[in-house]
């Protein structure tokens, strides 16, 4: 064999396995980042705007489906592209190894409803009072918990991800609620 040219090792089956189970991992530590910022950013910046338990519950609902289906929906579309390019390299053959789109699509939507689910509950159960600093102390602890698992699964130091995520997710809450503040100040809502 060439110096040049390598060859390629079988891939072992429970390799294979491992890999896959840590990339689920993985993608649902992500979608529940995503539902608690996504879902947080919406109800904090509407709490903002009003203090009425209706709107931010129903802008809290819909931010949570309409999450959840955006992430299963792109989830689907990314794996489905990457299997069926895949194939193509292999010649449309089908092997144990492909992802399958439907199983992506459904941990991305139920991962994305359990962390999403965590804000809308902290912000329509506590009284108005308490509710956004309330609704961001949980919001920060659940993103410490997802940067630190997300970090870990990675195999790397959980501090500087967990820092980042975090720091991420209060400048969303703190962007939404400024605006929102804004509006129902300014009497546009």
Known sequence: MSDTVSEVAPVDEADAAVSQRANWLRAGVLGANDGIVSVAAI????????????????????????????????????????????????????????????????????????????????????????RIPGTVVVVIVALAITGALGARLGGAHPLRPTIRTVIGGALALALTYAIGLLLGTSGVV
């Open 43 to 130: 109800v904090v910046g509407v709490a903002g705007a009003t203090t009425k338990g209706g709107p931010i519950l129903v802008a809290g609902l819909a931010a949570l489906i309409g999450g959840a289906v955006s992430m299963a929906l792109g989830e689907y579309v990314s794996v489905g592209s990457q299997r069926d390019s895949q194939r193509a390299a292999r010649g449309g053959r089908h092997s144990a190894e492909d992802a399958s789109p439907w199983l992506a699509a459904l941990a991305s939507a139920v991962s994305f409803l359990c962390g999403g689910v965590l804000p809308l509950l902290a912000v329509v159960l506590l009284p108005a009072a308490p």
